[in-house]
């Protein structure tokens, strides 16, 4: 199965760092872009696995918050 996000990615002197638009908490850097692709996707991988698979069932539902 091939899933498809969004990586948005930044410089930052002589690194790339990006992360993944609809995963928070996915991020990663590397000295080039196709780098950062190669450790964004282990970044994921690596949360995948280390996820409980009691926390991928979680629902959400949307909240106010007053500023």
Not at 10 to 27: A, H, K, N, S
């Given at each position: 199965m091939v899933l498809e996000f969004t990586l948005e990615y930044?410089?930052?002197?002589?690194?790339?760092?990006?992360?993944?638009?609809?995963?928070?908490?996915?991020?990663s850097q590397g000295r080039t872009l196709k780098e950062l692709e190669e450790n964004i996707?282990?970044?994921y991988r690596l949360m995948r696995r280390e996820q409980p698979a009691a926390r991928r069932r979680a629902r959400s539902r949307p909240i106010a918050i007053s500023a």
């Open positions: 930044w410089q930052d002197d002589t690194w790339y760092v990006g992360r993944l638009r609809e995963v928070p908490g996915v991020f996707r282990d970044a």
